[in-house]
């Protein structure tokens, strides 16, 4: 199984891209503006509906922190373990932020219109073997590069249009931001320009996550997600292992 080594050897993408997102939402989404970081090890050791440091689906870990809602990092810190890990770890009594719901975005328009409105979205992301070595400037995937065959997830923050005088072939060529969970030793401080339309899957559709303002805020207790809301919120979509192996096709 493959993993940067800021992660070990624990596939917990899909963990820190959904917790990531989510606590900059509840920021943007409150009053005060204060980001206080939520644990992906809770969605590593807690969520049933995942498979820990295997990998897992962020609808699944969506889903959880809806019903569940997210320690902060503190009260459980990542350790990289679902084997020895486990729910117990978390501190007593822990104060959990939970979600709206989430929706599906599809296409470049839909994406940037909600993170413009709203903050960053969360994606699947296909890999190739030439974007592990990626250092800085804009990605663009090699003719016939290999890819892993797991999946990663990222966290759009943004997008922009490439400079350069006239003549140049890639003037005016779009461009996706987005922040990996690979350590900010990787790419451009932890995050990657990466050129539309190549057909990496995030750049077709992502995950909107709808928070509460502090106003909206209800009292805590577990949410239900009945059989049709659930439905409507994970739509037919492939249910991708958001997990890295050794392997590439």
Not at 114 to 120: H, W
Not at 121 to 147: C, I, M, N, W
Not at 166 to 193: C, F, H, L, M, T
Request: glycine content about 8%; aromatic content about 10%.
């Amino acid at each position: 199984m493959f993993i940067f080594t800021i992660l070990g050897t624990c596939g917990s993408s899909y963990a820190f891209a959904s917790a990531s997102t989510t606590a900059e939402r509840l920021c943007i989404a409150s009053k005060d503006q204060k980001l206080s970081p939520l644990s992906p090890q809770e969605l590593i050791s807690c969520d049933v509906n995942n498979s820990g440091c295997k990998g897992g689906y962020l609808n699944n870990a969506l889903d959880y922190i809806k019903s569940k809602g997210l320690a902060n990092e503190t009260c459980f810190p990542y350790q990289a373990d679902s084997e020895t890990v486990n729910c117990s770890k978390m501190c007593e009594n822990p104060q959990k932020e939970r979600i709206e719901g989430y929706c599906i975005l599809f296409g470049e328009d839909d994406i940037k219109r909600d993170i413009m409105k709203n903050g960053p979205v969360v994606a699947t992301s296909q890999v190739h073997t030439d974007f592990l070595p990626y250092k800085s400037g804009v990605y663009h995937k090699g003719d016939e590069v290999p890819r892993f065959s797991g999946f990663s997830a990222v966290k759009i923050v943004g997008w922009g249009v490439e400079n350069g005088t006239d003549g140049e072939p890639n003037k005016g060529n779009k461009y996706w931001i987005v922040q990996n969970s690979w350590g900010d030793d990787w790419g451009e401080n932890g995050y990657a320009r990466i050129s539309m339309g190549q057909e990496l899957m995030f750049d077709q559709y992502a995950y909107s996550i709808k928070t509460r303002s502090d106003k909206e805020q209800p009292k805590p207790q577990a949410s239900k997600t009945t059989s049709t809301e659930k439905s409507s919120e994970s739509t037919d979509l492939p249910e991708e292992s958001l997990d890295l192996d050794t392997q590439s096709s």
